[in-house]
Structure formats: structure tokens, C-alpha cells
């Protein structure tokens, strides 16, 4: 097997397996329960999710756990616009959200918010001066994220703020960062809240968090019990927990090196398809290596996934959660709708390796040029 859609998910390491199975085997009691098992069980809660902000320079409160990214998304956006619907309905995102972000706009829109929509240049960068123009007083949000999943355009977080805050103080800054977490360093002062999912980065599906600065107030989407967080009631999912800890430890370790080992991967790749006209590479100055996106001009992208497929092939059409449709990212930044329903996601991790992608070259050619002398 090849398998090139970490970006998609992630296989959980052996490491964090280890975790999940000793904390379920050993912390048996609930986080809440006043006796010496649940004491135990809230040290643990207590020191696994201080470990997370000691790594990101935050505090332990700032940090909800979620289901994952689709759910701290929401948990953003709506908790931001039912905390501040009373000094303003207007909220901003970019061209080149996850589908989860527009989803949650569409709600929002439905219940009488105005979501704009920041236009970006020809390299998928946010234009500045259009976003500038777009803050007015009763902008609550401006959602933009860090890393897009399509294309790896990353976006500078610290001058986007900077803009935003200079416009309107109280305007929020929400960052999708599911996308850069393990791949490139983020400063979380640079954002007012933050969504991110372990399954991208070696962890279990089905944990992620929410990073809520203690300088903002959301209101929450779920009610219940429980004395850690207001946002998040309930019994908290102990094992999955510390396996995120665990898998964000492990992620944060040698980033600029496994960047660099990763970009090789990249290039190569990029070399290899070049020689293809029909291939177009939908990679810009500010795309991050580990997601390398095609557009194959001549062939469906669904076709040529299945063809890859049955040589234990694994690659994504534009996202796996908007797979079959047209490409939002790809849109935006090339404004060209036939590039933008053929492409193809190739998305590498510092564990793939060198004879991988030869072998998956090689695969690629065989297939491709059967493909087109078919045709
Ligand atoms: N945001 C981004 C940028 C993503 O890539 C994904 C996963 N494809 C999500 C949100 C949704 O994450 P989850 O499936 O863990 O809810």
C-alpha cells in the first residue's frame, strides 16, 4: 500500500495506541466523580491538558475538547455570533474555507447573519486591502484559515490580525488550523480561537479541540453537566484526551526538519508531472509541501483515483469532504472551472518515504499513459 492522503487522516502511531490503551484500562473512573478513581482520572485530565499548553505557550482553560475540527468550528462560529448578535451581525471569511466553515455560514445566513466573503490574489493569499475594507463596526468574526486542505496555501496569521484589529478591536479572529498543526509552527497569540482534530496528526478520530483565548467570550451550543468546561459539559473522553496530548507532542517534534525532508518528496513529484501538459500544478509560493494538488486536464479525477486505487494507491479527489464537487480553492485562486473538476490531492507526511514515492511515480506513469492512449 501507498498511502498519500495524510491530509484526509492520519493512521494512529503506535505510540498514541499505547496511551489510549493504558488510560482505558487504568483510569476507569469518570473526570467528575468526587472519589479517589475520579481524582485520579481528573490529575490525569489535568496534566495531559496542561501538557498541550505548555507546548503551545497557552493556558489550560483556554483549551475545550471537541469532537474535532468540524465541531470546534462550530463551536466558534456560532458561539461567537450568539455571544455578539446584539453589536453586530456581520461576519467574514475567506475563499478558501473547509466546506464545515461554509456549512456553519449558511446557518448562520439562514438565521439573518450577512457573511463577505475576503477575495485572495492570484498565489490563494488573503488581499489585505479588500479585507481592510470588508471590517466595518459591526463585524463580529473574521474567520480565515491557516493552512487551506486542498491547496496547503498558508496564510500569515499575524499580519491578518494585525489588519483586522487595527480596523475594528473587537472583531474576533477564528483560525481553522486543522490543516497546519504538525506541519508547520503556529502562534496561537496570533488568533483569538482555534480548531485543530487529532486524527491528522497521528491521533484517534473523534477528539480535537477548540482554543479559546481568555480575553473573549462565545456562548455555548451544548448544555449539561460538569465541572471543566462550561462549553464542553459532560464526562470527559479521558483516553482520547491524553492521546491527543500524546499525538500533539509527538507532532511538534523536529517540524522544520520533517518540512524540509517532506518538500523534497514534493519536488520530486512536481518534477516527475511536469513533463505532462495536461497536468496542470496547483501549487503556489505559499503552499506548504505536504499537500501537493493537480488539476489532470484530460482524464476525471474520480476515473484516475480508482485506477491508482487498485495498485493499493491512496490519493483524494479535492478533499474527502467535498469529494465529487468542484473545487472551491482551486476556483478562487485560478478562476478556471475545468481545473478546478479535475483535481487530484497528493498529501505527503515526514513518515512517507523516497521509495514510496518512486514506486508511486512509477504507478502513475503506467496508469496515465494508459489512460490516455485509451482516450
Ligand atoms: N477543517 C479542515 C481544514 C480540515 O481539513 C478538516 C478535515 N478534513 C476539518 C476541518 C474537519 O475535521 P473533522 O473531520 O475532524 O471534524
Known amino acids: 500500500m501507498i498511502y498519500l492522503d495524510y491530509s484526509a487522516t492520519t493512521p494512529v502511531s503506535y505510540e ?3 496511551t489510549i490503551s493504558k488510560v482505558t484500562k ?5 473526570a467528575n466523580s468526587l472519589h479517589a478513581l475520579g481524582l485520579k482520572s481528573a490529575n490525569l485530565l489535568e496534566s495531559a491538558t496542561k501538557q498541550i ?12 475538547y471537541t469532537s474535532g475540527a468540524t465541531e470546534a468550528n462550530n463551536m466558534a462560529l456560532i458561539g461567537v455570533a450568539m455571544a455578539n448578535h ?5 461576519i467574514i471569511v475567506s475563499k478558501l474555507e473547509h466546506p464545515s466553515i461554509y456549512a456553519i455560514c449558511n446557518y448562520l445566513k439562514s438565521i439573518g447573519f450577512e457573511i463577505s466573503y475576503v477575495n485572495n490574489d492570484k498565489e490563494g493569499l488573503i488581499d489585505f486591502d479588500d479585507l481592510k475594507n470588508k471590517i466595518r463596526e459591526d463585524t463580529i468574526l473574521v474567520s480565515i484559515c491557516a493552512v487551506n486542505s486542498e491547496t496547503g496555501v498558508r496564510q500569515p496569521l499575524k499580519m ?9 478591536l473587537a472583531t474576533i479572529f477564528h483560525s481553522d488550523i486543522t490543516q497546519a498543526v504538525g506541519k508547520v509552527s503556529i502562534n496561537f497569540h496570533d488568533i483569538d480561537l482555534a480548531s485543530m482534530s487529532a486524527h491528522k496528526i497521528f491521533g484517534p478520530k473523534g477528539i480535537g479541540f477548540l482554543y479559546k483565548s481568555n480575553m473573549i467570550k462565545i456562548s455555548p451550543l451544548i448544555y449539561g453537566s460538569g465541572k471543566f468546561n462550561e462549553l464542553k459539559p459532560g464526562t470527559p473522553p479521558l483516553p482520547l484526551i491524553a492521546a491527543l ?14 518540512e524540509r525532508f517532506v518538500n523534497l518528496l514534493n519536488m520530486k513529484i512536481v518534477n516527475f508531472l511536469e513533463k505532462y501538459p495536461e ?3 496547483n501549487k503556489t509560493k505559499y503552499s506548504i509541501p505536504q499537500i501537493l494538488n493537480i488539476s489532470i486536464m484530460n482524464i476525471m479525477p474520480e476515473t484516475f483515483l480508482h485506477m491508482l486505487d487498485k495498485h493499493e494507491v491512496y490519493v483524494s479527489t479535492n478533499t474527502a469532504c467535498s469529494s465529487g464537487e468542484i473545487s472551491n480553492s482551486i476556483m478562487a485562486i485560478y478562476d478556471d472551472s475545468k481545473r478546478a473538476k479535475h483535481t487530484l490531492r497528493i498529501s505527503l507526511s515526514y513518515v512517507t518515504t523516497t521509495d514510496e514515492i518512486n514506486k508511486f511515480l512509477e504507478i502513475f506513469k503506467e496508469e496515465y499513459e494508459k489512460a490516455i492512449t485509451v482516450k
Not at 26 to 30: A, R, T
Not at 86 to 90: D, E, L, S, Y
Request: no cysteine.
Open 245 to 258: 496530548s500524546k499525538a500533539i507532542r509527538l507532532a511538534n517534534n523536529d517540524l522544520e526538519k520533517r
Open 279 to 281: 497536468i496542470k500544478i
Open 86 to 90: 446584539k453589536k453586530g451581525k456581520h
Open 160 to 168: 491578518i490580525r494585525q489588519i483586522i484589529k487595527k480596523e475594528n
Open 26 to 30: 487504568e483510569f476507569i473512573g469518570n
Open 53 to 64: 499548553a505548555d507546548i503551545y505557550g497557552i493556558s489550560p482553560n483556554e483549551i475545550i
Open 16 to 18: 498514541v495506541l499505547d
